[in-house]
Each structure stands twice: as structure tokens, then as C-alpha cells.
């Protein structure tokens, strides 16, 4: 079974600091990764994705991600953090399951953007 | 372009009372469709996943059920809320067809509280 681990519930980051979204993923095979974004109230956007391929992976907003095989994550970072991102973020894991995508999604991580 | 439409946007039922939430697509065929739940601090969790017209699978046995009268068209059912399904639904869409990069993309959601 697959599984997703985001390891901060809360973070607080200054605007115009660098950030950095911790994600590890338990999954036998050769995972598909995610990251969203879900503003109060409102459903999940797509940040990024990443299937196969270049490690370093280029989303909306800014955002990018990188997958580390050998460390099981796909952390995301952003260099410098806008007040407007303040939001919960997703990691998520798919695999293929017959004719649908099973994707089992992380707790999030609330980021919070002080002045 | 996709968009994928829910509504309502917020809805208040009493317990014992049915329910019915909507979820429409456009500019896609027979994509994938799906039902999260998503309750604070425990992630999405799948409710329900369909690949065509009338095929609903679910992935947790629950008071709720699922139809799919036509190819982009998702409801979501009740006939006797409980409190304890209270909570924030998410409708989401994928590709269809076997698709390997299969990719979801979600609703603005609905937010449904029972008294």
C-alpha cells in the first residue's frame, strides 16, 4: 500500500523568504507524485507533477519540486515566498489501479506568510 | 478547456434528512470520475471512483452512495445524514481510458454541515 508522510502541520515563513515543503513516500514501485494547493474554503489546484523523467520538477506559481529516489521524497520549494501563498499544501502519491489513478494524499502543510 | 462545476457551495441538512450533491464536467469525455472527503487534519480521503456510465466503485463502506447517469455527470447520495457526515466534498475528474499519466483535478468543492 502506498502512503504519504508531510511531517509539518504548520510552518511560518517570512515574505520574501526561501521555502521548503517536507514530503516522503512509501510506494514499491516507481511512484506518481503530486503537489496542491488549497486555499480556505476552496478545492485543490494542481502545483506540479511528476511521472518519469527530470528529477527537478517545474510547477505553477513559482514552485518547483525534486524527487529523491533514494530518500523517498518530493520536497517543495519556493525561493521566495509571496504573501499570497499563504495556503495548505498537499503531497500526493498515485499508481495506476486498474482503469483509475489510486491517489492517497498527505495531512497538508498550513503555511502561514508574516510580513 | 476542462472545468469542473459542484454545487452547492455550502449546504446545511438536518440529520435523518437525504442528501444529494452534483458534480458536472465540461470539455472532456468519459474521464474518470471521483468523490473525496476531506475532514480537518486527516487529508482526502477516496469515497467513490467511476470509469464510465453506471460503474461507481467505493472505497470505504459508509452511508453514502454514488451515481453516474451520464458521462459527465457525479452524484453524490444520501437517504439519512448522520452528523458524522459533516465535512468538505471534493468532486474530482481524471483522464479516462487507461490513460498512464492520469492526472486529477478537482471542484471548488462543497462544505456540508448536519445538524
Known amino acids: 500500500a502506498q502512503s504519504v508522510t508531510q511531517p509539518d502541520i504548520h510552518i511560518t515563513v517570512s515574505e520574501g523568504a526561501s521555502l521548503e515543503l517536507r514530503c516522503n513516500y512509501s510506494?514499491?514501485?516507481?511512484?506518481?507524485l503530486f503537489w496542491y494547493v488549497q486555499s480556505p474554503g476552496q478545492g485543490l489546484q494542481l502545483l506540479l507533477k511528476?511521472?518519469?523523467?527530470?528529477?527537478l520538477v517545474q510547477g505553477i506559481k513559482g514552485f518547483e519540486a525534486e524527487f529523491k529516489r533514494s530518500q523517498s521524497s518530493f520536497n517543495l520549494r519556493k525561493p521566495s515566498v509571496h504573501w499570497s501563498d499563504a495556503a495548505e499544501y498537499f503531497c500526493?502519491?498515485?499508481?495506476?489501479?486498474?482503469?483509475?489513478?489510486?491517489?492517497?494524499f498527505g495531512t497538508g502543510t498550513k503555511l502561514q506568510v508574516i510580513p | 478547456s476542462q472545468t469542473i462545476h459542484q454545487w452547492p457551495a455550502t449546504l446545511v441538512q438536518p440529520v435523518g434528512s437525504p442528501l444529494s450533491l452534483e458534480c458536472t464536467v465540461e470539455?472532456?469525455?468519459?474521464?474518470?470520475l471521483y468523490w473525496y472527503r476531506q475532514a480537518a487534519g486527516r487529508g482526502l480521503q477516496l469515497l467513490f471512483y467511476?470509469?464510465?456510465?453506471?460503474?461507481i466503485s467505493s472505497e470505504v463502506p459508509q452511508n453514502l452512495s454514488a451515481s453516474r447517469p451520464q458521462d459527465r455527470q457525479f452524484i453524490l447520495s444520501s437517504k439519512k445524514l448522520l452528523l458524522s457526515d459533516s465535512g468538505f466534498y471534493l468532486c474530482?475528474?481524471?483522464?479516462?481510458?487507461?490513460?498512464?499519466?492520469?492526472?486529477?483535478?478537482f471542484g471548488p468543492g462543497t462544505r456540508l454541515t448536519v445538524l
Open positions: 474530482a475528474w481524471g483522464l479516462g481510458g487507461g490513460a498512464s499519466t492520469d492526472t486529477q483535478y
Open positions: 467511476s470509469v464510465g456510465i453506471g460503474q
Open positions: 511528476y511521472f518519469s523523467g527530470d528529477t
Open positions: 500526493a502519491v498515485g499508481r495506476r489501479s486498474g482503469g483509475y489513478q489510486k491517489v492517497t
Open positions: 470539455g472532456t469525455s468519459n474521464p474518470n
Open positions: 510506494y514499491g514501485a516507481t511512484p506518481y
